[in-house]
């Protein structure tokens, strides 16, 4: 065994070749494909059924007593749910209009239960606070998002 070394032993070492750069996450697709439509025609059929229950939902808990006074929880839970309704059907779909119709499901809903039913009732009574609250702080909430939308650049989106 000899310890001499040849001159192709003490080449220059070749530099280190510099590192890749990390690949890139592929951008969204902007092309409105089948899966896309889909997607949006489930976000506006969920955003008005989530509409229609709510307005429901509310009418049916007008009339909630604690110790015989009216509680507004009808009125509180439509604020909070037509603006989680507005943002999640704008949000859901990239689109504007879908907000527009649920919050026409919602109000069509609510102020048909605002006049008789065919045997002369009333859902909503004149001298019941908290269904006008309801009428008014829905319709408010709705207003908040369609200004919001207005004012706003595109949402960031689901999909």
Known sequence: MSSVSTPAEHRPSEPPEPPEPPAQEPRPSRDRGAVAMLLTTAGVLLAVLMSGLSAVLELLLISVRVGGHLIGVSAVLALVANLFIGRFAH????????????????LLIVLLAAGRTTEGDYLITSNNWVGWAMIGLGSLAWTVVGIRLVS????????
């Open 152 to 159: 706003s650049p595109p949402a960031k989106t689901l999909y």
């Open 91 to 106: 949000r859901a779909t990239r689109h504007r209009w879908p907000v527009i119709i649920a919050a026409v499901v919602w």
